[in-house]
């Protein structure tokens, strides 16, 4: 079993929805939550970071960490073509030199 | 601000050649970098650990003297491949983590390497 599990997808959306993207762990150390969105052939974007339980937003973009049920979550509030990429999501744990363990990415793409 | 940028963007060489890929954080100090590959449809693999004025800590797997890494400054780490092969052709992408805390990495735009 991975230690970050996360659907690859991929996920067709049109554009205008409402996007949820999802990741789970195993590692309970876990402490701090980000969420990168990749281009093809472009290196990761810093999308959302958190820092152990609750919700942030940012714009259209709201993320959410469940640490008891280990399971965090993004949401693309309003999706646009131009959110279609890679979404990755990574943790790391306090003290852990913020080496980052990343999910597998999920594909989306957001349709006229 | 946490800008990372990479040179070259695109490399092609030829079998048993080196090539060395620059990493450079362009507004912020980084006491650690990383390097990753990263095969098409697939994630991130994390290669080495670069901490600014000692070695790198290579991931299991990852042959040191095959991808030799420097991390001379605060905003400055290279990757040399040394001897490459065509199995070494990929996608290769270094980020950087803030020198005062926090644990996030910001990536640079990545290199595609190809070796003929």
């Known amino acids: 079993q991975k230690e970050v599990e996360q659907d690859p997808g991929p996920l067709s959306v049109p554009e205008g929805a409402i996007v949820s993207l999802n990741c789970t762990y195993s590692n309970s150390a876990f402490q701090y939550f980000m969420w990168y969105r990749q281009y093809s052939r472009k290196g990761p974007e810093l999308l959302m970071y958190?820092?152990?339980?609750g919700n942030k937003e940012d714009g259209r973009f709201t993320a959410q960490v469940d640490k008891s049920s280990k399971y965090i979550s993004l949401f693309i509030r309003d999706s646009q073509p131009s959110d279609s990429a890679t979404y990755l999501c990574?943790?790391?744990?306090?003290?852990?030199?913020?080496?980052?363990?990343f999910g597998t990415g999920t594909q989306l793409k957001v349709e006229l | 601000g946490a800008v990372v940028s990479q040179h070259p963007s695109w490399v092609i060489c030829k079998s048993g050649t080196s090539v060395k890929i620059e990493c450079r954080s362009l507004d912020f100090q980084a006491t650690t970098m990383f390097w990753y590959r990263q095969f098409p449809k697939q994630s991130l693999m994390l290669m080495a650990t670069s901490n600014e004025g000692s070695k790198a800590t290579y991931e299991q797997g990852v042959e040191k003297d095959k991808f030799l890494i420097n991390h001379a400054s605060l905003t400055l780490s290279t990757l040399t491949v040394t001897s490459a092969h065509p199995e070494d052709s990929s996608f290769y992408i270094c980020?950087?983590?803030?020198?005062?805390?926090?644990?996030?990495?910001?990536f640079g735009p990545g290199t595609r390497l190809t070796v003929l």
């Open positions: 958190t820092y152990s339980s």
């Open positions: 990574a943790m790391s744990v306090a003290g852990g030199g913020n080496k980052l363990t």
């Open positions: 980020s950087a983590s803030l020198a005062l805390g926090g644990h996030t990495q910001y």
